[in-house]
RNA sequence: GGGCCCAUAGCUCAGUGGUAGAGUGCCUCCUUUGCAAGGAGGAUGCCCUGGGUUCGAAUCCCAGUGGGUCCA
């Protein structure tokens, strides 16, 4: 059946007497030592052999597992690597978290551009996947941390010498299987037992043969080899239906889960068990989970009867309850009582170690990227611990296993998790006011809430429909919540698909061109080289140069071009945009120089000085706001300018003014040091090896070989230029931070002049605002307040005056108009005053039961009209009759009303008709 | 990176273009008293900032700032 069957034909399985078979159950391939064993042996087609029964000699804890693991492999010539870290952003752009250990080795290492740092290699690797978080607690097995144990061996084919970073075969199928059997052997299993499933592996472009190790029901390792790509042409079809072929290089991808080694070697109920036995302890005892010894016993059983279930979603593992409560004979309502609150220990367990993975590793909780599923992954952690009765502090069990797994940032970690649950609280807070209010509203109507309701509230507030309908049923309303609810939720977001920007490289014209030789790093101070023109292509405005060398440094890393002039000795022509395309430099200019002709080039020195300044003081500023704000800073971005540049880093927390003035003082030290800023171009390997992930702040550069920068302590890969000292830097000044999203500060500073020119800005301000108000800078502070106050008291002040001064003029009769209309009496007053003295009038006037009519010449004409019950008069009506007579409009409610219009001119007249228009609408 | 929501009294929030509100807290007085409480009266506001539309904007539009939230 499989295309690749002859792949699995393998030496070792003949020699070793293995025997190919196909279950009869699932039909799948396997190979096995058993001649009379039928099936393949993976659940559903058998059931969990060793819980209360391990298949290894010895019980081994999940460290003594790694380390036996290791160890043993590099007894058989591996070399052992440490473990990358589970955010895999930071060094590949296509995956956010690490999910097995051949990512660490992904992209650069497998297409064979780069090599491995070892080779061949073994590792145990932190990975996360988030794709089963609704099965973790329930199936027994089902873990979102775990470690991949792996072994790798990156081969080349023999006939292709040079080109890849790596040659010859190290091993490849028959080694792998073989060492997988004497693993297996060395731990005491019996290796007859032990079944090998052909399952062809097709993931991300690359494909291959590969083998799926089960032990008495538990599959224990996949072993891949990773030899295919995609390729229309290929002569494989495969799984996905994409055609692939053979590649030039091969590799050993192999995967074994550590946790399953450790609870094989067990042989406990669920894996949690195995893997962290105090953490479970502790949180039954914190919970009071107290069982009797039927039934523990009863939840023993259970365990087992699941591993023979195939459990893929949580619908399934509602319907399995059922079937495993059948099969032990009792209720699924007790069987239900007696297991949730132990899965959800067991998932808080797991959660907690996904936790302090991603907060160790520096991932930062927001409302993008990992930050937004570490938040929701603590949230769902923070849930689970309230309903199952959990009463620790959350920052005190991400720290249990922080701790077990031996990170050095702890009190960061901590931080994180108690700043986060701390918002969640306020969200969750907020969100009950108001699924209370709107609870009572439609409990009040007798509707159920509706379901475009639901979706608001979730959408944009964070309110699970669960907790809605929790709080609504307190009050006594129902909620309209479809069974769709999510997709529903998906659908809010659909937005019409955008065209495909389509990048309009296509530019050959310069794939004859050899690549431009780059001498800015050479010696980063020098402004003048001399060159050929190579070639020159006309643009839409200007021209590319193209060269055979220069210094001009091209845009990239976050750092504008370089400006200045390119000269023979007749002409010179402005060079005013730098780019590189496929490492040829292209020099917008306004003229065209010739090809052929030999040229000076100098480069606006000023320009880039400054720029120099700024590339150099941003790798300070974020060494001083690591220093000041924890281990976990990292760039999420950085722009460099010549008057000020910016820096975005990742924190949990806004940026104090003291921190903001803590970081200048760092960075200013830093300066004043005055140590040298030096570069180097190490293996990319080992300059991993030594400095880790934190180099590739800025991005992660191709090739090799990379260029570090060192200033002071910092080591950063960068391709800038920057100045020779700090303390050519000059000085640093902050000039604000901003929040650029959830979890990412925005620095932005200036360096050098620019750092005085933005203090003497500030200080303009200071000094303007200090001459304004007669007083000293320092005085400011203190005499704005006071004025603010005073303003803020004479407004009061104000108001009441107005209303004394109303209150006069209505009772004085202060020289209005006074008319019949019907039973009442109307005032018509002019006063020349704004709207809210004209209002303050007319109250005042129809507090005794008289309509007022107020006219203002102010800003045109404007009329506010009271008209008292009883009276019979609609003040809307008036008004909107006597601003029509001003070129405007005017209303409002029956007994108070304003209006008004441009025409002022016509005020008087529109006064003298309102006796007539008074009437006219009393009659109405 | 994208979408959505919010910003009004110390706090929590109403307020659909026409005189800025409620609850709570605060102050004063009264009643009662072991505490809690009850009654009456009072003070609170650049309605986030800046533009625009309008006779008129807390309200509508645009931009900014600050916060929240969902998704990839």
Redesign the pocket.
Known sequence: MSALEEEYRLDYFEEEGFERKECPSCGAHFWTRDHDRETCGEPPCAEYEFVGDPGFDEPHSLEEMREAYLSFFEDHGHERIDPYPVAAERWREDMMLTIASIADFQPLVTSGETPPPANPLTISQPCIRMQDIDNVGKTGRHTMAFEMMAHHAFNAREDVEGEYAYEGEVYWKDRTVELCDELLESMGADITEVTYIEDPWVGGGNAGPAIEVIYKGLELATLVFMCMERDPEGEYELKDGNRYSFMDTYVVDTGYGLERWTWMSQGTPTVYEAVYPEMIAFLRENAGIDHTEEEVDLVNRAARLSGNLDIDDVDDVEAARGEIAAELGIDVAELRELVEPLEAIYAIADHCRTLAYMFGDGIVPS???T??LA??VL?RTKRLCDTVGVDAPLDELVDMQAERLGYENRDTIRDVVRSEVE??R??LE??G??VE?IAEEYAERGEPIPTEELL?L?????IQPDMVAEIAGEVGAEVDRPDDF?SL??A??D?PEEAEAVEGSGDDRFDDLPETETLYYDDQQRTQFEAVVLDVFEREEGYDVVLDQTMFYPEGGGQPADHGTLSTDDATVEVRDVQREDGVVLHRTDGDLGKGEFVKGQIDVTRRRRLMRHHTATHIVIHAAREVLGEHIRQ??AQKGIDSSRIDVRHYD?ISRAEVKEIEGVANEIVMDNTSVSQEWPHRNEAEAEHGFDLYQGGIPPGTNIRLIHVAEDVQACGGTHVARTGDVGAIKIRS??????GVERLTFAAGDAAISATQEVEDALYEAAEILDVSPQEVPETADRF?EEW?ARG?EIDDLREQLAAARAGGGGGGEEVAVGEATAVIQRIDAD??EL??TA?AV?EDGTIAVIGSAR??A?FVV?APEGTGVDA?EV??EL?ARV???????P????????DGEALEEALADAPDVLRRVLNA
């Open positions: 409302n993008v990227e930050g937004y938040r929701m949230r918002k969640y306020e969200t907020r969100g006011r108001r209010a608001e979730y959408d944009s507030h964070g999510y939720v998906a809010r977001h937005t999420a971005g806004r931070t901003e929040r650029v999203q959830d603010f803020k009061k709207m809210d209002q303050a109250n129809a800003d045109g404007q009271a809307g008004v909107s601003a070129g405007g409009g005017g209303g409002g409610p007994d108070f009303a304003q209006g008004g219009g441009p």
